[in-house]
């Protein structure tokens, strides 16, 4: 017996549905591959981006979108002009939030695809409402956690965490009233519509408390698990949908992100359950006024006359520069790069030692040094440069506080308690750029500003205090 005509075509329909979205998720992941070095990193970005273009295109060929094509291409329209818009307006500095704000829309999406199939005319299946009501919960608590992440970066909110009376007691109960209204929804498949009111209020709220209780110290924790959740959402849309690709899409993304997440915890430390549902870790970023008045050079209290950084500069054969967020918010990284190509011409080794958590969210400070064109081969993970602060000549902090601050080690009870941080203590000379001796983000004093004898302090706007080392040096 021969296959049918109509058979062979189902089955053909069936072999591209499957492969198709496979060979694009294969393609983004290969992109993703190639994001993990900065050598290869624009080419991943190109690759991942489009594999995803390709995945619209497929979407389009394969659905009826005549009731609805000229809705979508005036979305799509006003996207690609909001995101070109973006593009040019935003600056590397402000990217974290951006980050946040993008990873929110994602959720929002997941959570609209929910509610839209909640409120279908079809009846759905038990496994169908279970989804929906997920993704809708999952892209909620996305949506209003990503933005008030992204509020706190920015800075329109308050910056140190809020803690409400029975905080950790209301986030249990929201979470646990989700749960229950998600396995009610395939038992009374009528209440969808006020599930679906109920679950969207929740998700917000869950969302909320749990953004709004972190400090400085846990927020590029909370940026890669919102990032995370963003996937998560859209995958478990796609089951919802019972669409293939967003199922394969949203899982790379949720993967990702939750393994981010976990070398994130891993670098500070902290526990996922901690961030969660422990204990807040504090900090407010301090809203400073940049200035380009010469920096106030303080050494030793008792001996600041013997204390001259261009000597220091000069004499150090070996050179090891930590930048921190105090650069990125001077938008000092071009002085930085001027600086250690001034000392490599003098014959001086100089290396960036790169904390996994400096900055704002992870990979911050390297996205802003390849910006000016540091090499990759002289950025260094925290774990790899250590050992070597003992025989440094000299140890050059820019804009950095809490991850060179040696009260991780000692300051129980603080938010970056345990923390690993970058030894720059141990080097035979310690160059600190600040713009004061306040504490950081996390809010711990840092008591490498009390003053010793082999401890530089040049406080003002890191980017003058740059600029007069290069001077100096020219």
Not at 15 to 39: A, Y
Not at 203 to 216: D, M, N, P, T
Not at 230 to 253: H, P
Not at 256 to 285: D, H, Q
Request: glycine share 12%; hydrophobic share 50%.
């Amino acid at each position: 017996m021969t296959n049918s005509p109509e058979a062979s075509m189902g089955l053909v329909e069936m072999i591209l549905d499957i492969g198709i979205p496979l060979i694009l998720c294969l393609g983004v992941l290969s992109g993703i591959r190639l994001m993990s070095n900065v050598k290869t990193a624009v080419n991943g970005n190109r690759l991942s981006a489009l594999c995803m273009l390709l995945a619209i295109i497929y979407v389009f060929l394969r659905t009826d979108v005549s009731g609805a094509l000229v809705h979508i291409i005036a979305g799509i329209t006003i996207g690609i002009l909001v995101s070109i818009t973006i593009t040019v307006r935003v600056r590397m500095i402000q990217m974290p939030q951006m980050v946040g704000l993008l990873n929110g829309l994602g959720g929002l999406a997941s959570a609209l695809a929910a509610i839209i199939t909640l409120n279908s005319v079809e009846p759905q299946s038990g496994f169908g409402l279970i989804t929906s009501g997920l993704a809708l919960a999952v892209g909620a608590l996305t949506f209003s956690g990503s933005m008030v992440a992204a509020g706190k970066l920015q800075g329109t909110l308050p910056q140190r965490p809020r803690v409400y009376p029975g905080h950790q007691t209301m986030t249990v109960l929201i979470a646990l009233g989700i749960l229950i209204l998600i396995t009610l929804l395939p038992i009374f498949p009528d209440i969808s519509g006020l599930a679906c009111l109920l679950l969207s209020i929740l998700g917000l709220l869950f969302g909320y408390f749990f953004a709004i209780r972190v400090g400085g110290a846990d927020m590029p924790i909370t940026i890669s698990l919102l990032n995370s959740t963003s996937g998560v959402a859209a995958g478990i849309a796609g089951m919802a949908l019972g669409d293939f690709l967003l199922v394969s899409v949203g899982g790379i993304v949720g993967a990702s992100g939750l393994l981010l997440t976990r070398i994130m915890c891993r670098s500070m430390n902290r526990s996922l359950s901690a961030v969660l549902f422990g204990k807040a870790a504090t900090g407010e970023k301090k809203e400073q006024a940049l200035q380009t008045e010469p920096a106030e050079i303080v050494g030793e209290t008792e001996a600041k006359e013997s204390v001259d950084p261009i000597v220091w500069l000069k004499e150090a054969q070996s050179v090891i520069i930590i930048p921190g967020y105090g650069m990125a918010l001077s938008q000092a990284q071009e002085q930085v790069k001027t600086l250690a190509d001034l000392l490599e011409a003098k014959g001086t080794g100089v290396r960036f030692a790169i904390h996994p958590v400096a900055g704002r969210m992870p990979g911050h400070m390297n996205v802003l040094l390849a910006e000016v064109d540091v090499p990759y081969d002289k950025l260094f993970e925290m774990e790899a440069i250590n050992p070597d602060f003992a025989h440094t000549d000299l140890a050059l902090v820019i804009g950095a506080n809490d991850v060179v601050n040696p009260a991780a080690n000692t300051a129980e009870g603080t938010p970056i308690y345990g923390m690993p941080v970058l030894s720059a203590e141990h080097a035979k000379r310690l160059m600190i750029l600040n713009f004061d001796t306040k504490p950081g983000y996390a809010g711990v004093h840092n008591p490498l500003y009390d003053g010793a004898p082999n401890i530089c302090l040049m406080l003002g706007d890191a980017k003058g205090s740059l600029e007069q080392l290069i001077a100096g040096l020219g």
